[in-house]
């Protein structure tokens, strides 16, 4: 049987940075686990654009369309700024979205007891937080027709358009269901159905499809107090669903109530292939970083756990995926931080690559 196979597309800024960690701990697990991937790269983003014009081309959306889990470092960065619309970098993840169907965003916010001191919260309200977020992922306001900048009467108008149907609306909610199975069975799905009519279908089909899993607790919010709870008590929330808007806001916040960005993984999921996985792309939840790119600064931990989502999610090593949270709270719990994560004077940080180091160290620890 051929090993899995997995597409690297590293990107810009900080990305190829941190996607060299996760290659170690790729080659890690070959090595030292007798689990192996055959893994190619490519571009997407900038550097797509910098070489093809595009950000993201023809032939890469093919190798992303057969790979069994793509893994993204960033894309974007001030020096594509000015770059029509149809080609910035973020179009070309934004095309990887869409073209492989990847209508479920998974999202977690969990808070390392080892960084509970680094969230903008007091500690008692954050320690043991373990949210997951599930944001759909394909519709909703940033692909609704019509959109654009239109001229009416004497000045300039813009629209976008939120738009859902039942099938859209089911598939993400039957995700977020699953998910809470095997989880602490409560969803919370926000909207706004008091003021959007898309608010109410949501509301509808969301109840409709808890009738199938009667063992999971369904609760309604809307967004805006969903915004306010995550800051207010955010452990009361197990799985929380959500649109493609309310998605974006609301996992940016929860993720900052874990102290750094770049410690969150995130993985975007659609329907399974001929194989049985899931069409799949992993990516961590920052951005390129162009102000640290190339000083080694950069955390990877955001990139390694989502390789671990991976493992789970696409290739059923649930244990493994284990091992590597593990390694990776080992690692914080022995006090090894990069720059992003130091609150003490007189600590110093390590670089991106001993980060990466420490945490094989860690998985070796682990046999």
């Known amino acids: 049987m051929p090993n899995p196979s ?74 594509y700024d000015d770059l029509d619309f149809s080609v910035k970098p973020e179009r070309g993840l934004l095309r990887l979205r869409k073209e492989m169907d990847l209508y479920s965003n998974l999202r977690p916010a969990q ?9 903008s919260l007091k500690k008692d309200i954050v320690a043991g937080l373990d949210i ?8 909703g306001v940033y692909f609704g027709e019509p959109r654009g900048i239109f001229e009416e009467g004497n000045e300039r108008v813009g629209i976008n358009t939120q738009r859902y149907t039942e099938s859209e609306i089911e598939r993400a909610a039957r995700s977020a269901f699953e998910l809470a199975m095997r989880r602490g069975k409560k969803v919370c799905s926000m909207e706004k159905a008091n003021v959007m009519e898309s608010g109410i279908l949501w509301r509808e089909v969301v109840t409709r499809v808890a009738a199938d899993y009667p063992e999971v607790e369904l609760s309604h919010m809307y967004a805006d107090n969903g915004a306010m709870q995550l800051v207010r008590a955010p ?28 410690m969150l993984p995130s993985a975007s999921l659609g ?77 110093s940080p390590v670089s991106t690559s001993e980060m990466g180091d420490a945490i094989v160290a860690a998985l070796n620890a682990s046999l």
């Open 6 to 79: 997995i597409l690297i597309l590293p990107g810009d800024g900080i990305g190829p940075e941190v996607m060299t960690e996760v290659r170690k701990i790729i080659g890690w697990f070959g090595e030292k686990r007798d689990i192996s991937f055959d893994v190619s790269e490519d571009l997407v983003g900038g550097a797509a654009y910098d070489k093809h014009g595009v950000p993201l081309a023809d032939e890469t959306m093919a190798k992303a369309q057969e790979a069994d889990a793509v893994l993204l470092g960033a894309v974007g960065g001030p020096k």
């Open 111 to 119: 808070c390392f007891d080892a960084l509970a001191d680094f969230s």
């Open 132 to 139: 997951m977020i599930v944001r759909e992922l394909t519709s």
């Open 235 to 262: 452990k009361q929330f197990d799985v929380i669903l959500t649109d493609n808007l309310f998605g974006d806001i609301l996992s940016d916040c929860a993720a900052m109530l874990t102290g750094s960005l770049g």
């Open 271 to 347: 329907a399974p292939m001929e194989n049985g996985r899931p069409k799949a792309l992993y990516e961590p939840v920052h951005g390129s970083a162009p102000d640290i790119t190339g000083q080694g600064k950069a955390n990877p931990i955001a990139c390694v756990l989502s390789f671990a989502m991976a493992l789970r999610y696409s290739f059923d090593l649930g244990a493994e995926a284990d091992r590597l949270e593990a390694a990776v709270e080992k690692v914080l719990a022995d006090g090894v931080r990069t720059a992003d994560l130091l609150a003490s004077e007189g600590v």
